[in-house]
């Protein structure tokens, strides 16, 4: 049973910073994709950013790119998303999740149960 768990959320104002980190455990960290999806209120879930098992690639919604930044670190078993210049519109329940494979171009397979990210205006 794979357990993933995000953390990092919170409430900051218009132009500040946040970082969420994930964990997984339950198989080896080290092999598998690892990416974010939020949900705002009234909407779908929606991709955010997503790294592969070695970090060579990564992939960003148009939404956040050049203010967000997807990393990982395998050693320590733990997945980071830093977000800057944060807007009200990134406003949501942030999902963590680990994909089938080693590459985001797979299908994401297990969730966390979510961080609020609430940015006041």
């Known amino acids: 049973q794979v357990q993933v768990v995000e953390s990092g959320g919170g409430l900051v104002r218009a132009g500040g910073s946040l970082r969420l980190t994930c964990t997984a455990r339950?198989?080896?960290?080290?092999?598998?994709?690892m990416g974010w999806f939020r949900q705002a209120p009234g909407k779908d879930r929606e991709f955010v950013a997503a790294?592969?098992?070695?970090?060579?690639?990564?992939n960003y919604a148009d939404s956040v790119k050049g203010r967000f930044t997807i990393s990982r670190e395998n050693w320590k078993i733990s997945m980071y998303l830093q977000m800057n210049d944060l807007q009200p519109e990134d406003t949501a329940v942030y999902y963590c999740?680990?994909?089938?494979?080693?590459?985001?171009?797979?299908?994401?397979?297990?969730w966390g149960q979510g961080t609020q990210v609430i940015v006041s205006s």
């Open positions: 999740t680990q994909y089938r494979l080693g590459s985001y171009s797979s299908q994401p397979e297990y």
């Open positions: 339950g198989r080896s960290f080290t092999s598998y994709a």
């Open positions: 790294i592969n098992w070695n970090s060579e690639n990564t």
